[in-house]
């Protein structure tokens, strides 16, 4: 039972207009949700984080959205830039818990 | 500061060989966890470490064994390898200052095994 899905596994943007990433979640205990943005052959690094108390972060390029009543999230990029072009994951957390539920990734491609 | 360092990026085993990846952190983390990545399934959770001592199951454990003797330290060990382990493993740890999880994780650059 995949907890976290991202239901596009890929998605192409031209430099400059906004890139939209999508994430749903089924458990209503997530209370902590991220974004991480991975390039080939490397680890994953940290993007952005929302709390569940918040509909909304802001972090330069990066926004991420949650509708809890939903079950959604997205990641907004806006411009896009090729250098942004990776594999992002989309993962959540319960409070009082010690694992992270990572959802399958969608990799972005930024046309120049 | 070197982070989470990963050691072998490669590796090819032959089925029923066991073998250990190794994992390191130099940021005094007390968590620290291990995933595999294979296509269209994302990252899932192996074990995870709370602190020296301290160990868990994740998602799919079966297979693999962890011991955590030191803060910095969280080796990966390969029982008896099969050909369904073949993948792209990653460590990662975080500070859980917060208590909570909600610390960013610092992931390792990863190895890659191929098990025939």
């Known amino acids: 039972d995949q907890q976290v899905k991202q239901n596009s596994p890929s998605l192409s943007v031209q430099e400059g207009r906004i890139s939209i990433l999508n994430c749903d979640y089924t458990n209503s205990m997530f209370d902590y949700f991220l974004w991480y943005k991975k390039y080939p052959a490397e680890g994953p690094t940290f993007l952005i984080s929302?709390?569940?108390?918040?509909d909304k972060n802001e972090d330069g390029r990066f926004t991420v959205f949650l509708n809890k009543s939903a079950k959604h999230l997205s990641l907004h990029i806006v411009p896009s830039q090729p250098g942004d072009s990776a594999v992002y994951f989309c993962a959540a957390h319960t409070s009082g818990t010690y694992k992270y539920i990572f959802g399958t990734g969608t990799r972005l491609k930024v046309l120049a | 500061n070197a982070g989470v360092t990963q050691t072998p990026k490669f590796q090819v085993l032959k089925t029923g060989q066991s073998m250990t990846l190794q994992c390191a952190q130099d940021?005094?983390?007390?968590?620290m966890s291990w995933y595999r990545q294979d296509p269209g399934m994302g990252l899932r959770l192996i074990h995870y470490?709370?602190?020296?001592?301290?160990?868990d199951q994740g998602e799919v454990p079966n297979g693999y064994n962890v011991s955590r003797s030191t803060t910095e330290d969280f080796p990966l060990r390969l029982l008896s390898a099969a050909p369904s382990q073949t993948s792209v493993y990653f460590c990662?740890?975080?500070?859980?200052?917060?208590?909570?999880?909600?610390?960013?994780?610092?992931f390792g650059p990863g190895t890659r095994l191929t098990v025939l």
């Open positions: 470490s709370v602190g020296a001592g301290i160990t």
């Open positions: 940021m005094n983390h007390e968590y």
């Open positions: 990662a740890s975080s500070p859980w200052t917060s208590g909570g999880g909600t610390d960013t994780q610092y």
């Open positions: 929302i709390s569940s108390i918040k």
